[in-house]
Nanobody, 129 residues
Framework: DVQLVESGGGSVEVGGSLNLSCSAS????????MAWFRQAPGKEREGVAG???????YYGDSVKGRATISQDKVKNMLYLQLTGLRPEDTAIYYC????????????????????????WGQGTQVTVS
């Protein structure tokens, strides 16, 4: 199995930036497809950024140009940098991993807001004000 633990959440000023980290334990195969999702109160979960095999990257429309996802498979870490923070970025951010074996499957599951992802972290609150 895979266990995911997020860190780096907190309160950030408008216009600032944040850096989130996700520590993953488990088989490398289970972390080929990883992503960050977020969910604000009263809203559906949305994809923020995804990555397949450490190179193919996907970004949600609301964060394009402001987000950067990266992965260190040796250290079993996933990262998210988000700049130019806006109040609407306030949400609980989740790290997720999936066993998708092609980039197309990874992307497809990412665009479905992570409903098909196999593993999830507990989430970390980000508040922008």
């Amino acid at each position: 199995d895979v266990q995911l633990v997020e860190s780096g959440g907190g309160s950030v000023e408008v216009g600032g930036s944040l850096n989130l980290s996700c520590s993953a334990s488990g088989y490398e195969y289970s972390t080929n497809c990883m992503a960050w999702f977020r969910q604000a109160p009263g809203k559906e979960r949305e994809g923020v950024a995804g990555i397949y095999n450490g190179r193919d990257k996907y970004y949600g429309d609301s964060v394009k140009g402001r987000a950067t996802i990266s992965q260190d498979k040796v250290k079993n870490m996933l990262y998210l940098q988000l700049t130019g923070l806006r109040p609407e970025d306030t949400a609980i951010y989740y790290c997720a991993a999936d066993s998708a074996f092609t980039g197309g499957l990874c992307y497809g599951r990412f665009t479905r807001s992570g409903g098909d992802f196999d593993h999830w972290g507990q989430g970390t609150q980000v508040t922008v004000s």
